[in-house]
């Protein structure tokens, strides 16, 4: 598990430290007692499939029906021969379901996961791949796309275009592709759609709400986006599914908004009005007046060695923070936390009014846990 440490986070990768902070309490900027709200949790129930070696390697996905996916590495049986990564789906009774993402037929070797979503009644995963079909053997690997189905059978696997760099992307309900990367030469982002099989069908502009854009024109703040690579700011940004639409989140950042994208382009958008040292971790739900969010304490990375060329950072830092926030969708205000009660959980997916949250026993061995507001 991950809560008692600091997150590293940097390009395609959340490691655990070494040291051992712990969160502190943030008092300036939270609502005030009377909107703070609190879990009732259910007893734990074990994650079949997963030894008491096993930790949880990346950002959790959440499924329409609440269940998590995570990717988990160590102990975990079902997971790549070679790189020992396993993503499951784990349900609130503790059952799993395991998704084979290092092989699909017509590829010859697959490495990644780059990154996930699940929406659709599917699981998709973001993957580099060599080969694309027996005839066309290519000697270098390209990003492909591999679609499942909720029983972890793979339904599709697609070669994208080798030029697309995906660094994240989403899925409409149409099965167009939302493909996010980085435009180095205009230095912006660059959104893209193709179709289910990869053909392309338009460009998305972001405009005024671009990341690189606006975190480029920021004043220095403790959040330090404006401070952050254009390609970490860009590859720690998640696309998540929302009312039919997507939903674009800069992670890790408390200072961009977060955009809702239709196929035909923006819809809206919402910028965060977080205390000072907060930053998105995930989002847990939305209503048609709110967004409820996980969120983590930014620690200063201005020591961080990690740095591009021009100076900017390449990975950060965050510690738990043991609340949810929930946050108006008109203008981003907080409305409300949610009292996770003490360290050790770690929030994931709402559904029917239902938290879904992972922990760790006495053996050190993943549980779920339900749990209900009070």
């Not at 697609?158 to 493909?179: E, H, Q």
């Not at 919402?270 to 409820?292: K, M, N």
Request: proline share 7%; hydrophobic share 40%; with cysteine.
């Amino acid at each position: 598990m991950r809560s008692p440490i600091v997150l590293c986070i940097a390009l395609f990768t959340v490691a655990q430290c070494v040291a051992g902070q712990q969160s502190a309490p943030i008092v300036a900027g939270q609502p005030d007692k009377s909107n703070l709200a609190a879990l009732e949790f259910s007893k734990p129930k074990s994650v079949e499939g997963v030894g008491p070696g096993s930790m949880i390697a990346g950002r959790f996905e959440c499924g329409e029906d609440g269940s998590i996916y995570a990717l988990l590495a160590g102990d975990a049986p079902k997971g790549d021969p070679d790189s020992h990564v396993a993503l499951m789906g784990i349900r609130s009774d503790g059952t799993t379901t395991s998704f084979p993402w290092w092989s699909a037929p017509g590829f010859t070797k697959i490495t990644g996961p780059n990154a996930i979503f699940t929406g659709n009644g599917h699981v998709y995963v973001l993957v580099k791949a060599r080969g694309g079909s027996e005839a066309d053997d290519h000697p270098s690997a390209h990003p492909a796309m591999l679609t499942f189905n909720q029983k972890g059978v793979l339904e599709s696997a697609v070669r994208l275009n080798a030029d697309s760099r995906p660094l994240t992307f989403g899925v409409f309900p149409s099965g167009n592709m939302l493909l996010v990367s980085q435009d180095r030469l205009n230095h912006r982002m660059d959104l893209s759609i193709v179709s289910k099989t990869g053909s392309p069908i338009r460009e998305i502009s972001l405009g005024k709400d671009d990341f690189l854009t606006k975190s480029a024109a920021m004043s220095p703040t403790v959040r330090g986006a404006d401070n952050y690579s254009p390609l970490l700011l860009v590859a720690m940004s998640k696309v998540l599914p929302l009312d039919g639409h997507l939903l674009l989140v800069p992670m890790e950042t408390g200072d961009l908004p977060m955009i809702e994208i239709g196929e035909d382009g923006v819809l809206g958008s919402t910028t965060p009005h977080l205390p000072a040292d907060l930053v998105i971790e995930g989002l847990v739900s939305s209503s048609p007046t709110s967004y409820t969010l996980r969120v983590a304490r930014h620690i200063d990375s201005k020591d961080n060695g990690a740095r591009d060329a021009q100076g900017k950072v390449l990975a950060i830092a965050v510690a738990p923070y043991q609340r949810l926030t929930e946050i108006s969708r008109t203008d981003g205000s907080v409305l409300r936390e949610i009292d996770l009660g003490s360290s050790g959980i770690e929030p994931a997916c709402e559904a029917d009014g239902a938290y879904r949250l992972l922990t760790s026993g006495s053996e050190k061995k993943l549980q779920v846990v339900t749990a209900r507001l009070r």
